[in-house]
């Protein structure tokens, strides 16, 4: 009978480094996905500050997404990036069209990176940052990084590089929509949206590169 000694992964991974990098790049989606990511933001924003008319630059950029989506379906390739978009457009509008004013495009994204910063900040001073699980359900064992120190310092740095941008997203944002900047918002979500976030990956893949950290296999 065996016995596990640590943590099993699934791949060819040799070091935790290597597997984290894995799985991150996974989030990007490629060129693609990242455009199609920005199309409803940049095609609201650009009708906004044209027409000034919220009902016509919401149903131009939900219409475009669609549209996004179709060609997906059409080519049989994934459609996770353009549903995503889909939903934070419909999120939008639905904020939008209650209060009729054209700011509140962009009052869900702020809430939700409010929520992510605290729940990421929360994670790593109860000592349980969350890249740690991200790891864990990778390597077969949610909670078993918990007990190398090493790892859990190295998924702690991780995931404040992961939280910064959100809070950045919420300081720079926040005062624009109190103060009815609209064309302000619009700009500031696209350059502090994927470029942020790639720069932030950017981040880790230089910390990871620093590190060596070896998995290890299930030992007989």
């Known amino acids: 009978m065996t016995q596990p000694d640590g943590p099993r992964v699934a791949g060819a991974h040799d070091t935790v480094e290597q597997l984290v990098r894995a799985q991150l790049a996974k989030a990007l989606g490629g060129r693609r996905g990242i455009v199609e990511s920005a199309v409803p933001t940049v095609l609201f924003t650009v009708s906004w500050i044209i ?5 016509a630059s919401l149903v131009i950029s939900i219409v475009a997404t669609v549209g996004l989506l179709v060609v997906r379906l059409a080519q049989r390739s994934t459609v996770q990036f353009v549903i995503n978009s889909l939903l934070g457009i419909g999120i939008a509008a639905l904020f939008a069209s ?8 962009f009052l869900p994204g702020i809430l939700y990176n409010g929520g992510y910063a605290v729940v990421f900040i929360v994670s790593i001073l109860v000592g349980w940052p969350l890249l740690g699980f991200m790891i864990g359900s990778v390597m077969g064992d949610p909670t078993a990084w918990h007990s190398d120190r090493g790892l859990v310092k190295l998924c702690s740095q991780l995931t404040w590089i992961m ?6 997203r919420v300081l720079v944002q926040y005062p624009l929509y109190a103060t009815d900047h ?7 979500k696209i350059v502090l949206g994927w470029p942020l976030q790639i720069a932030s990956f950017a981040i880790m893949a230089w910390l990871l590169g620093r590190n060596h950290t070896p998995i290890q296999p299930e030992r007989a």
């Open 51 to 55: 027409s000034h008319d919220l009902r």
């Open 98 to 105: 209650r209060s009729g004013e054209a700011r509140d495009v």
């Open 163 to 168: 939280a910064l941008p959100c809070v950045l």
């Open 182 to 188: 609209v064309a302000l918002l619009g700009t500031s």
